[in-house]
């Protein structure tokens, strides 16, 4: 799994690139914390690009497989990009999404600053 490394606050940060394959299964999820891991990456941003239209339909379970493997393995992990609309279209999906941000492993951020003052909140940073 190629990405980048770069450090805010102190904290190794795995940047999935936002080309590439769709992450579609739990195996694609421990690629990624493999290559974070690696590298001691204290937290991985993913870009919803990343992600095919069934991982948003709950009904595929696909959501569900990728972060059972980021919390089974427990890593902090960052959905960065604006779903707005597809929350909107799928109570399913708000209540997932509400129910992640409520958590301290996998978060849904619209935007870099939303996540650093998600995580760094509550670091003292």
Do not use: C
């Amino acid at each position: 799994m190629t990405g980048s490394f770069f450090e805010l606050n102190g904290v190794r940060i795995f940047a999935v690139p936002a080309q590439g394959p769709e992450l579609r299964t739990g195996r694609d999820a421990v690629d990624i914390i493999s290559a974070a891991f690696e590298q001691r990456a204290g937290l991985i941003v993913i870009p919803v690009q990343r992600f095919g239209d069934d991982f948003f339909d709950l009904r595929t379970q696909i959501a569900g497989e990728i972060a059972q493997k980021f919390s089974t393995y427990g890593t902090h992990v960052a959905i960065l990009g604006d779903i707005r609309q597809r929350v909107v279209q799928s109570e399913s999906l708000a209540a997932f999404v509400r129910e992640a941000n409520r958590g301290d492993r996998l978060w849904f951020v619209a935007s870099l600053e939303e996540l650093e003052q998600r995580f760094f909140a509550g670091k003292g940073g």
